[in-house]
Nanobody, 121 residues
Framework: QVQLVESGGGLVQAGGSLRLSCAAS????????MGWYRQAPGHERELVAD???????NYAGSVKGRFTISRDNAKNTVYLQMNSLKPEDTAVYYC???????????????WGQGTQVTVSS
């Protein structure tokens, strides 16, 4: 059993910053890709950014230059530093881990419970 626990969401004014964290716990050897998705009311869930165990990153165009994803492989933790936040960044942010390798095999596409980020204008 693997759990992803997010923290760091909250309310911030436009132009402000927040840092999200997500720690994966359980019997884990390694995790291939970890990332952040978000879902705003009335919208589909969308990729914000992801990062491989080797450090290769991928960003949505709307957050490039403002958000930075990083991870600590030893701690099975991924971070999302969000700067210059805009009201349109308001959403529930979900942590995702794909291809989690453990003693019982491989787990695909595991999700956290989500953390609310609200940016006021």
């Amino acid at each position: 059993q693997v759990q992803l626990v997010e923290s760091g969401g909250g309310l911030v004014q436009a132009g402000g910053s927040l840092r999200l964290s997500c720690a994966a716990s359980g019997s884990i050897y390694s995790i291939n890709t970890m990332g952040w998705y978000r879902q705003a009311p009335g919208h589909e869930r969308e990729l914000v950014a992801d990062i491989t165990s080797g450090g290769r990153t991928n960003y949505a165009g709307s957050v490039k230059g403002r958000f930075t994803i990083s991870r600590d492989n030893a701690k099975n933790t991924v971070y999302l530093q969000m700067n210059s936040l805009k009201p349109e960044d308001t959403a529930v942010y979900y942590c995702n881990a794909d291809r989690i390798f453990g003693p019982l095999g491989t787990i695909y596409n595991s999700w956290g419970q989500g953390t609310q980020v609200t940016v006021s204008s």
